[in-house]
């Protein structure tokens, strides 16, 4: 199994900035079978969306309201990867989800760590 831990949510001011980490640990196989990483967000009352994602060959993607102002990155060695966001708006309040897929297409989610914009 493959447990998923978020790290540095929090609240800040409209316009300030916020690094996430996402640490995995558990079965080393399963952990170096990792294959997607990425990031999904869940506002109060509203449907879980996509924020980023890395893929094996190090394409990135993003949801259409972060773009421009998240990234994504990865320590492929350690199998963390961390979501800087600039520019962060109140419309982003919402609990982050480090998620993770496996090449046998298995999912792991984290916690959640909570993330407060304060207009």
């Known amino acids: 199994q493959v447990q998923l831990v978020e790290s540095g949510g929090g609240l800040v001011q409209a316009g300030g900035s916020l690094r996430l980490a996402c640490a995995a640990s558990?079965?080393?196989?399963?952990?170096?079978?990792?294959?997607?990483m990425g990031w999904y967000r869940q506002a109060t009352g509203e449907q879980r969306e996509l924020v980023a994602a890395i893929l094996l060959n190090g394409e990135t993607r993003y949801g259409d309201s972060v773009t421009g102002r998240f990234s994504i990155s990865r320590d492929m060695a350690k199998r963390n990867w961390y979501l800087q966001m600039n520019s962060l708006k109140p419309e982003d309040t919402a609990f982050y989800y480090c998620?993770?897929?496996?090449?046998?297409?298995?999912?792991?989610w984290g916690q959640g760590t909570q993330v407060t914009v304060s207009s």
């Open positions: 558990g079965n080393r196989i399963n952990i170096n079978n990792i294959s997607v």
């Open positions: 998620t993770a897929r496996d090449v046998l297409r298995r999912e792991y």
